[in-house]
């Protein structure tokens, strides 16, 4: 199939069944999905942005079991480190709301503690993950160039959800109209920045936040577009909306499970074997087959350690239980690490300082 955007009506086109046949010949040589064991240090829930989706954000209230983080504690952290590494986690995912230090609050916490910036205080934590074996994986929102230069010596990999690119939901009404970091030119600047930086990267969609199927379909090609011109994402997350209590957004129409199927096997037509398809386990519980046969060839993350603090609702599923879906299908189920094989050995996608701490880890 041509994957220009002269493709966008037939690929609307196809029925379930269609995708289907034409998702089976791609992956009629490739029966594997992969996932990364992995934990997250939540690190400040201060966000410039105001989504209407958000449960992380400091503005949402929070119960005991999920409660709002100025900046984490030096005792927080040692105690995750030790149990990722009980539990032979690989990866560090390393998360926070965008521009925390644009509130006082955490800008005072960082003096306090001797950084000068943000920054300056995730390359520490990094450096601190790599001396322990353990590959960080950082998504913070929009940071400059030169931030995102310096960090990507001491990253693995990076993310950014690209979300939508839909205009209306910056618009009065919209899930993103307090959110300066979601502009649609500006993610895609940074996604675009971190190809010129040979970043090995995540992004993705955010189904059902008030974008339509024709979005949706023009983001993944803008997605692989991008990708074709600087060869960095090495996988795409679909991630559905799910309710959520203390939130502003309700949808008026949500998405069916048939409209995310659709969505992930586009998206397996549109990238084929070059980019993975990611979906979130926790959120699609009960239609793992389904997704299997729609294309999707990663699970993302699966923590030991910690919850999904995006979806606190949803547990992560056991990998044994993964595993057996993925073998009744005809997949073997791999541990991944967050910087995929080819990228290690892709030149300039990874530091000299990452690749050592990975051959130490294998």
């Known amino acids: 199939m041509k994957k220009s955007s002269q493709s966008l009506e037939k690929l609307k086109s196809l029925s379930l069944r269609k995708i289907r046949q ?3 010949n791609i992956n009629k040589d490739n029966k594997t999905i992969t996932y990364s064991k992995n934990f997250t240090i939540s690190l400040s829930n201060y966000c410039r942005n105001n989504c209407g989706y958000c449960f992380y954000n400091h503005r949402v209230p929070k119960d005991n079991d999920n409660g709002i983080i100025v900046l984490i504690s030096n005792s927080d952290l040692d105690s995750l ?20 230090d644009s509130f006082e609050i955490v800008r005072n ?21 790599l001396d322990n074996r353990l590959l960080p ?12 230069k310096e960090l990507k010596t001491v990253n693995a990999s990076m993310g950014l959800m690209l979300e ?17 970091g979601k502009l649609p030119k500006k993610r895609i600047q940074f996604i ?12 993705g969609l955010l189904l059902g936040i008030g974008e339509d199927e024709t979005d949706r379909i023009n983001d993944l090609l803008l997605i692989y577009k991008i990708h074709k011109q600087y060869g960095h994402i090495q996988e795409i997350i679909l991630q559905n909306y799910t309710e959520k209590q203390n939130i502003k957004y309700h949808p008026i129409n949500p998405l069916s499970i048939d409209d995310i199927l659709k969505t992930i096997g586009i998206a397996k037509l549109i990238m084929g074997n070059e980019i993975a398809i990611q979906v979130p386990p926790n959120l699609l519980k009960g239609y793992e087959k389904e997704a ?9 993350g699966i923590s030991p350690v910690t919850i999904d603090y995006i979806n606190p609702h949803h547990p992560w599923p056991q ?16 541990e991944r690490l967050p910087i995929y094989e080819k990228f290690i050995k892709k030149d300039g996608f990874c530091s000299e300082k990452i690749r050592s701490i990975i051959k130490k880890i294998i």
Request: some cysteine; charged content about 25%; proline content about 3%.
């Open 22 to 24: 034409e998702v089976n």
């Open 164 to 180: 939508s690119t839909c205009e209306k939901l910056s618009m009065q009404g919209g899930v993103h109209e307090f959110s300066p």
């Open 292 to 300: 299997i046969s729609m294309g999707i060839s990663d699970f993302g």
């Open 81 to 100: 480190i030790i149990k990722a590494k009980n539990s032979d986690c690989k990866e560090a995912l390393l998360m926070s709301g965008e521009k925390p």
């Open 109 to 129: 916490e960082l003096k306090k503690r001797g950084f000068n910036s943000y920054i300056e205080f995730l390359i520490e934590i990094s450096n601190n993950l």
């Open 192 to 203: 675009q920045n971190a190809g010129k930086l040979k970043i090995p990267f995540t992004t």
């Open 137 to 148: 994986h950082t998504n913070i929102g929009l940071i400059d160039f030169k931030d995102l």
């Open 319 to 334: 990998v044994e239980y993964l595993t057996k879906i993925c073998k009744k299908e005809g997949y073997e189920l791999k």
